[in-house]
Nanobody, 125 residues
């Protein structure tokens, strides 16, 4: 059973930084994709970043490109999201998600993420 647990959310001022972490349990990273999504009040959930745990290739939404950085630590089964130059419009619940192991598609196939964390709130003022 795959379990994803996010941490690191909170409040920040515009222009500030926050770092989110997600630890996966129930399996070991193995050629899968880990992604971060977010959902703002009244809006649909949107993908913002993803990383291949095998190749390290990364993918970003235009809205966060140049400001957010996704990274992974395969030894710790964890993925991080460093968020810099935060804006009020970054306020949302942030979710970690996984495609599961031995995934052969693109990490930017956002409908292929099957396992989800509980989410962590990020508020930027």
């Amino acid at each position: 059973h795959v379990q994803l647990v996010e941490s690191g959310g909170g409040s920040a001022q515009a222009g500030g930084s926050l770092k989110l972490s997600c630890v996966a349990s129930g399996y070991s990273f193995s050629d899968d994709c880990m992604g971060w999504f977010r959902q703002a009040p009244g809006k649909e959930r949107e993908p913002i970043a993803a990383i291949s745990t095998g190749t390290g290739n990364t993918y970003y939404a235009d809205s966060v490109k140049g400001r957010f950085t996704i990274s992974r630590d395969n030894a710790k089964n964890s993925v991080n999201l460093q968020m810099n130059s935060l804006k009020p419009e970054d306020t949302a619940i942030y979710y970690c998600a996984s495609t599961g192991p031995r995934y052969v598609g693109s990490c930017a196939e956002w409908t292929e993420y099957n396992d989800w964390g509980q989410g962590t709130q990020v508020t930027v003022s």
